[in-house]
């Protein structure tokens, strides 16, 4: 008996499968789940370098049930799944095997938020598996992230003298922008607390930029501390990364 080895690999010659033994020494056997419609080859040869002998190969396909897939995802965002098929954005339909699961990821694009799924998904996590038994449609929620403070020092949040002010950067790249109006001259200081890693700058009037700092509070928090004149100055406060995101509050006393 001829001792073979056998690849299935697929029309640009990839490999796809391999095996020696698999149906009883010496013959290989390689089943393959699902391949998508194509052109496909065996290739046999002798399991070690020199060897020769008759064979005979035998092959088999058996079609599979496939189910369609439709996703509709509201203004704001993106749907992709793993495997892969879906990407939408521009496409949004895949049929997928009877016996598949598929994973599907959510992503918010810049300035909105993923909220949660209806259909054939429920929930708010950003993923959803669905097994592919039956035809699936899903539709993937989004609305416009709010924001808690102005993002300019033209539509910042006023902010009263000596006491403190809750913040949350709620997406990357979030500023929130505070205004404050000294009715005299005096040391300006303006601090950060909690866990989030908080990067600040300071700004007169006519949107200069005056000085900035990044931990010299607590726990990686800002503090800056500025002789100024009187008059109306603002604070911006970011996360120091540029994909940051974390509740804050921020402290504003004149000295």
């Known amino acids: 008996m001829t001792d073979v080895y056998?690849?299935?690999k697929n029309g640009a010659e990839a490999t796809l499968a391999a095996n020696d033994d698999g149906a009883g020494w010496p013959?290989?056997?390689?089943?393959?789940?699902?391949?998508?419609?194509?052109?496909?080859?065996?290739?046999?040869r002798y399991w070690s370098g020199g060897g020769t002998g008759p064979y005979n190969l035998a092959?088999?396909?058996?079609?599979?049930?496939?189910?369609?897939?439709?996703?509709t995802p509201t203004t704001g965002g993106t749907v992709t799944s793993s495997p892969?098929?879906?990407?939408?954005?521009s496409q949004c339909t895949a049929a997928y095997p009877a016996t598949q699961t598929v994973t599907l990821t959510a992503i918010p694009t810049s300035g909105s938020v993923f909220t949660g799924w209806s259909g054939s998904c429920g929930g708010t996590s950003p993923t959803c598996s669905l097994p592919m038994s039956a035809g699936r449609s899903v539709t993937a929620l989004f609305v416009?992230?709010?924001?808690?403070?102005?993002?300019?020092?033209?539509?910042?949040?006023p902010f009263p003298l000596n006491s403190y002010l809750a913040g949350h950067?709620?997406?990357?790249?979030?500023?929130?922008?505070?205004?404050?109006?000294?009715?005299?001259?005096g040391s300006l200081y303006a601090v950060t607390g909690g866990t989030t890693d908080t990067w600040g700058?300071?700004?007169?009037g006519a949107n200069t930029w005056l000085t900035s700092d990044d931990d010299s509070g607590p726990d990686y928090n800002f503090l800056i501390a500025r002789s100024l004149a009187a008059g109306t100055h603002c604070i911006r406060v970011r996360h120091w990364s540029t994909g940051g995101t974390g509740s804050y509050w921020l402290q504003v006393n004149l000295y």
């Open 169 to 185: 950067l709620e997406r990357a790249g979030d500023h929130d922008w505070f205004r404050v109006s000294l009715p005299r001259a």
């Open 59 to 71: 092959t088999q396909c058996t079609p599979i049930a496939r189910n369609l897939l439709s996703v």
């Open 84 to 89: 892969a098929g879906i990407s939408c954005g």
């Open 201 to 204: 700058d300071l700004y007169d």
């Open 27 to 44: 013959n290989f056997l390689m089943e393959l789940p699902y391949l998508p419609a194509g052109t496909y080859y065996v290739q046999v």
């Open 144 to 157: 416009p992230a709010s924001d808690d403070h102005g993002d300019t020092c033209e539509t910042a949040t």
């Open 6 to 8: 056998g690849y299935v």
